[in-house]
C-alpha cells in the first residue's frame, strides 16, 4: 500500500473526507519547504490540517512542537476548531497569528536585557495609548485636531513602514495624505523610546523587535528553532515582509515549512501584505516544492465559474484555473432594488424562511453598511454573530449631537447641554456667553440670552427663532426633530463646515445622520430613540458572542477570508462603495494595484458561497441616484453576454469627461471608438491621455497598449465610456 494510504483510508472512513491526489501529496511533503498555492474552496485549510493529524499520528511528532500561523485570532480560532473537529482525541496544537508569536519572543527578549516596556494598544485612556499619542502629536505638528479618518490613515501608513520594514533614510519614500506624515511618525518612534523608565511598544513594535531579537540575539533565536518541528502558516498571501523574515529564521535550520496561500485572495496589502513574496518563494527556499491546485469543492458549478472568470480581469496575478466537479444548483442572482431602504426589508424577508441560520452570511465592504441592518434584523428577531463590530457609529460624535439637541429640549435650563452645541447653533456666542448662563438661574438659555445685554439684535432674533422652535419639539416625533434640526437648525450646515475645516468626509457626516434618521422613524418619542440606540449600540457589541449560536453572520468581505456559508448576500454594491472612487480614479490614470485588490476582494466575497450567492445594489441612496457597481456588471456580463448587451447598449462618451478632455487640450471626441469589437491587436490608436500607441494584446474586458515609453494595460469598459480612444487614421 502507498505511503500514508492506511491514513487517508481511515480519515475517509472517520471524516468522510477523501483527499484528493494533491492534497495528499501536500500532506506527505513533510520535509523541507513546501508551498501550497492554490484557489479560494480548494482544500488548502482542510489540507493544512489534515497535515498536522498525519504529522501526530503517522510521522509521531509531538504536537506541541507543531506550529500554524494564520493571520487574524478569528482565523487561528477557526483552524483550531477545525483541528478538534478532525482529530477529537489528539492534543493541542499552537494555532496563533504571527504577531502573538512575536509577542511571545519580545517578552523573553526584554525580560532577558531587564528592559521594561509598556504595550501602548487598546483603549486603555492612559496618556500611553498609541491612538491618544498620535492625535496629541498630531495636534502639535498640525495646530489642529486629527479626524478619525486621518487617524486610521496615519495608523496603516505607520504600519506598512513597520511591515515592509523600510529604512529610517527611506521613510520619506513612503507617501500619506495626512499632513506631516512622516515628521508626526518620526516624533512618534522618538517618544516611545524617550521615557527613562520604559519603552513603549506597540503591535507593529512586536513584529521588529522580534525580527530584531532573532537577529542579535542568537540563544532566543536557537531556541526558537529547535521549539518547533514543523511550521505552517495559513492565508500567506496577507503575510507582510517582517513576518515573512520572522518565519524565515525560526525556520533556517530545518526549513520544515508549510506556505498555503492564494495570490487571488490577498486583501491587505494596504496593510503591507506581500504576495510578492510567493513569486519568489523559490529564490528564497531553492529546494522547495510548489503543488497547485485549482478544484473548488465548496461551491456550485453556477459560483465556480463566474467567480473564476471574474477574477480573471486581474493581469497580476499566478494564472490559474479554478474548476469544480460540484454540481450547478442555483444560479447568481443580482437585484437592483429601487431604492436603499428596500435592501434590509428583502433581506429580513429571505432570511425569516430560513432554519439554519448558522449558514448564512451578510457581507460588505464597509462596516457601515450594518447598522440598518442591525436595527432590522434586530426588529425582526433574527439573531446575528457580527465578527468585527466596532462601535464607530454610535459613538460618532454626530450622534452625540443630535441626542444633545434632544435633551435640551426635555430641559431648556441645562446649561451643561447647551454648553456642549451652543457652537452648532449659528447664534456665534463666545465663551464668555456661556460663563455668564452659569451662575444659577430658574429660566431657560433661550430666555437668559434673551436677556443678555452684550447680544446684537440679529442674534436674539435667532435665539427667539430657536426657542419657538424648542416649544414645538416635544409635540414632534424624533423624525421630525432630526429633519427641524438638519434644515431649520442649519445642522447640515455646520457638518459642512466641520468637514471643510477639519477634513471630515462630507459624504460619511451624511450618512450617519441620514441612518439616524431612519433608525428615529420606527420610534414614537425622543427617549425611545434614545433608548433604541442604546440597545443598538450594546446588541452591537454583544453580538460577537453569538458564534456558537443558530444565528446569521454579518461580516466584512475582508474578515469573511476563510470562512464558507450555504447563503451568502454581498450588499450595497454600488459605484463609490466597491469601487471606491479613488480605486476608479487610480485606475484611470492607469495605475490597476488599487483596483486590482478591490477586484480581489470581490472575488473573496463570491466564493465564500456554497450554493446561493446574491448580489444586491439599488438605484437610489436616501434621495439620491446611485449606480450598480462595476463589478455587479461584470458579473452579469459574465452570466449572461447577450442580456448584457441587450440593457448596456454600447456606450458613447459622457459629458463628465468634457473638463478633462479640454484640459488636455482636445475638445472633440466624436471620433472616438464606441465599439469594443475595433480595439484589435495591431489597430494604432490615439489614447486622449496617453497619447500614440498600439493595441498589443485583448482580451474581452482589457486590452494593452504599447505606448512611445511603456505599455499600459487598459480596461475597455473604461475606453468606451469616456471616450478615450481614437483610431489613428481619423485624427486629421
Ligand atoms: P479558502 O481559500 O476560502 O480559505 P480553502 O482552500 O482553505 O478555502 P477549505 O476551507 O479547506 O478551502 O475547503 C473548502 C471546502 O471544501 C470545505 O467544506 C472542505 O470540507 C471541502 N473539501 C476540501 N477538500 C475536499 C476534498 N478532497 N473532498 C471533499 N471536500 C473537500
Ligand atoms: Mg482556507
Redesign the pocket.
Known amino acids: 500500500m502507498p505511503v500514508g494510504e492506511e491514513f487517508f483510508n481511515r480519515k475517509r472512513k472517520e471524516l468522510g ?4 491526489d494533491v ?1 495528499k501529496r501536500a500532506v506527505l511533503n513533510i520535509e523541507g519547504p513546501l508551498l501550497l498555492l ?12 489534515m497535515k498536522i493529524g498525519y504529522l501526530i499520528e503517522e510521522v509521531g511528532l509531538e504536537p506541541a512542537r507543531i506550529k500554524a500561523v494564520t493571520f487574524s485570532n478569528a482565523s487561528a480560532n477557526d483552524m483550531k476548531e477545525r483541528y478538534q473537529r478532525f482529530f477529537p482525541t489528539l492534543p493541542p496544537v499552537e494555532f496563533s497569528t504571527i504577531h502573538s508569536l512575536a509577542f511571545q519572543v519580545v517578552r523573553e527578549y526584554f525580560y532577558k536585557k531587564q528592559i521594561q516596556y509598556h504595550i501602548i494598544e487598546g483603549s486603555d485612556p492612559s496618556r500611553f495609548n498609541k491612538k491618544l499619542l498620535l492625535r496629541d502629536l498630531f495636534k502639535a505638528v498640525n495646530h489642529k485636531s486629527i479626524t478619525d479618518e486621518q487617524l486610521e490613515e496615519l495608523l496603516t501608513y505607520i504600519s506598512l513602514i513597520k511591515n515592509k520594514l523600510v529604512p529610517q533614510d527611506k521613510w520619506s519614500t513612503i507617501s500619506c495624505d495626512v499632513p506631516n506624515a512622516l515628521q508626526i511618525f518620526q516624533k512618534y518612534e522618538r517618544f516611545k523610546r524617550s521615557g527613562t523608565d520604559q519603552l513603549l511598544v506597540d503591535y507593529d513594535d512586536m513584529l521588529t523587535i522580534a525580527n530584531q531579537a532573532f537577529g542579535k540575539d542568537h540563544a532566543i533565536l536557537a531556541k526558537y528553532q529547535q521549539k518547533y518541528d514543523y511550521l505552517l502558516t ?2 500567506s498571501q496577507d503575510t507582510s515582509f517582517v513576518q515573512h523574515a520572522i518565519i524565515e529564521k525560526l525556520v533556517q535550520k530545518h526549513q520544515n515549512l508549510c506556505v ?1 496561500a ?1 495570490d487571488d ?1 490577498s486583501i491587505y496589502s494596504w496593510r503591507a501584505a506581500e504576495p510578492q513574496y510567493l513569486l519568489n518563494f523559490q529564490k528564497v527556499y531553492p529546494d522547495a516544492q510548489i503543488l497547485m ?1 485549482e478544484q ?3 461551491s456550485s458549478q453556477d459560483i465556480v465559474s463566474v467567480a473564476n472568470t471574474f477574477i480573471k480581469q486581474n493581469k497580476n496575478r499566478y494564472n490559474k484555473n479554478m474548476f469544480t466537479e460540484n454540481p450547478t444548483h442555483t444560479p447568481i442572482t443580482l437585484k437592483t432594488l429601487a431604492d436603499y431602504q428596500y435592501q434590509s426589508n428583502y433581506l429580513i424577508d429571505q432570511i425569516s424562511k430560513e432554519e439554519n441560520l448558522r449558514e448564512i452570511a451578510v457581507l460588505y465592504r464597509n462596516n457601515a453598511s450594518s447598522i440598518l441592518l442591525l436595527d432590522a434584523l434586530d426588529k425582526a428577531h433574527i439573531p446575528f454573530y457580527m465578527k468585527d463590530a466596532n462601535n464607530r457609529f454610535f459613538s460618532h460624535w454626530i450622534v452625540e449631537d443630535i441626542l444633545n439637541f434632544m435633551r435640551l429640549s426635555y430641559d431648556v435650563k441645562r446649561v451643561d447641554i447647551f454648553e456642549r452645541i451652543y457652537s452648532k447653533f449659528h447664534l456665534y456666542l463666545k465663551k464668555s456667553h456661556i460663563q455668564q448662563l452659569k451662575r444659577p438661574s430658574h429660566e431657560s438659555v433661550f430666555d437668559r440670552l434673551l436677556k443678555s445685554t452684550d447680544l446684537q439684535e440679529w442674534q436674539k432674533e435667532k435665539v427667539k427663532a430657536y426657542q419657538s422652535r424648542y416649544h414645538q419639539m416635544q409635540k414632534k416625533t424624533p423624525f421630525q426633530v432630526i429633519l427641524m434640526i438638519r434644515e431649520e437648525f442649519g445642522y447640515e450646515k455646520v457638518m459642512k463646515k466641520m468637514s471643510e475645516k477639519l477634513g471630515f468626509k462630507m459624504d460619511y457626516l451624511l450618512e450617519v445622520l441620514n441612518t439616524l434618521e431612519e433608525i428615529a422613524k420606527s420610534t414614537q418619542s425622543m427617549v425611545e430613540f434614545a433608548n433604541r440606540l442604546d440597545h443598538l449600540a450594546s446588541l452591537l457589541k454583544t453580538s460577537k458572542y453569538n458564534k456558537q449560536q443558530n444565528a446569521i453572520t454579518l461580516s466584512t468581505f475582508h474578515s469573511a ?4 456559508f450555504a447563503k451568502v448576500y454581498m450588499i450595497d454594491l454600488i459605484k463609490g462603495v466597491i469601487p471606491t472612487q479613488s480605486e476608479e480614479d487610480q485606475l484611470e490614470e492607469g495605475k490597476s494595484e488599487e483596483m486590482e485588490e478591490a477586484v480581489r476582494l470581490f472575488y ?1 466575497g463570491m ?2 458561497a ?1 450554493t446561493h450567492l446574491e448580489l444586491l445594489s439599488y438605484s437610489k441612496r436616501f434621495g439620491k441616484k446611485v449606480s450598480p457597481s462595476k463589478f455587479v456588471r461584470d458579473v452579469k456580463r459574465i452570466i449572461s453576454p447577450e442580456e448584457f448587451q441587450k440593457s448596456h447598449p454600447t456606450k458613447t462618451a459622457i459629458p463628465k469627461n468634457k473638463a478633462r478632455q479640454q484640459k488636455n487640450g482636445n475638445a472633440d471626441q466624436t471620433n472616438a471608438i464606441k465599439d469594443p469589437a475595433k480595439f484589435l491587436v495591431g489597430l494604432k490608436i490615439k489614447h486622449r491621455i496617453f497619447g500614440i500607441g498600439e493595441i498589443t494584446y485583448r482580451t474581452d474586458d482589457t486590452m494593452k497598449i504599447r505606448f512611445e515609453k511603456y505599455s499600459k494595460t487598459l480596461s475597455v469598459d473604461t475606453c468606451l465610456e469616456h471616450g478615450l480612444i481614437e483610431a489613428v487614421d481619423s485624427i486629421s
Open positions: 473526507v477523501s483527499l484528493n492534497q492554490a484557489s479560494p474552496g480548494s482544500g488548502k485549510t482542510t489540507t493544512l490540517i495559513d492565508e498555503v492564494d485572495q491546485m473548488n469543492y465548496r477570508k476563510g470562512l464558507e473573496v466564493t465564500r456554497k
